[in-house]
């Protein structure tokens, strides 16, 4: 069995282990949070883009379909 002085010590740095892990882990999830937002943007942007082009082809096609047909 260790003696008081070593158990002291090594629950001491036992502690310090566990604040530098868990200032590691919160600062990591701090740094994937902000890169998933941003990549998030970028994706919701491009839809959005996506979306609208669908949109104006959509209202070509139906104009190209009355020219087409009615003629």
């Known amino acids: 069995m260790l003696p008081f ?3 002291a010590v090594l629950r001491k740095s036992f502690r310090f282990l566990l604040i530098i892990s868990q200032f590691t882990l919160s600062s990591f999830s701090l740094i994937s949070c ?9 994706k919701s942007v491009g839809f959005a883009a996506q979306k609208s082009r669908f949109r104006n082809a959509k209202a070509q096609l139906s104009l ?3 020219i087409i047909f009615t003629n």
């Open 5 to 7: 002085t070593n158990r």
């Open 34 to 42: 902000n890169a998933k937002a941003a990549v998030l943007h970028g």
């Open 64 to 66: 190209f379909k009355r």
